[in-house]
């Protein structure tokens, strides 16, 4: 009867590379809607800047008429959901602000407190 050399099964090991893995997988989407993104604004600026110089000097209406910026405004509209999209709605108002402020309030109220004693 042969004997099979088998080295046991360890798994610790497979959770830990395929925690590494899952979180490469989710760094590398991430990286994709940031890149994503930065390609929508190039496109948006070079493409609007074409439209706004074309619209402006062959418009009848003049350079600032709604119809020059009328793609520019509603382009960014939805420049401004993709934003949201990649960076999330708490990128200005995310959690190290909010902790930030909680403790600049907590900061003023012991000084106010500290005052009146």
Known sequence: MEKYNIAPYNDNQSKHDFGKEEAYIRAKKKLD??????????????????????????????????????????????????????????????????EKKIKEYMDKDKEEHQRFQ
Request: aromatic share 26%; charged share 5%.
């Open 33 to 98: 809607k940031l890149v994503g993104f930065y390609w929508h604004l190039a496109v948006y600026i070079v493409v609007n800047l074409f439209l706004i110089i074309l619209i402006g000097v062959n418009s009848g209406d003049g350079f600032w008429s709604f119809g020059t910026f009328a793609t520019p405004i509603f382009w960014g509209i939805g420049l401004l959901f993709h934003f949201l999209g990649v960076f999330g709605p708490g990128f200005m108002f995310g959690k190290n602000w909010e």
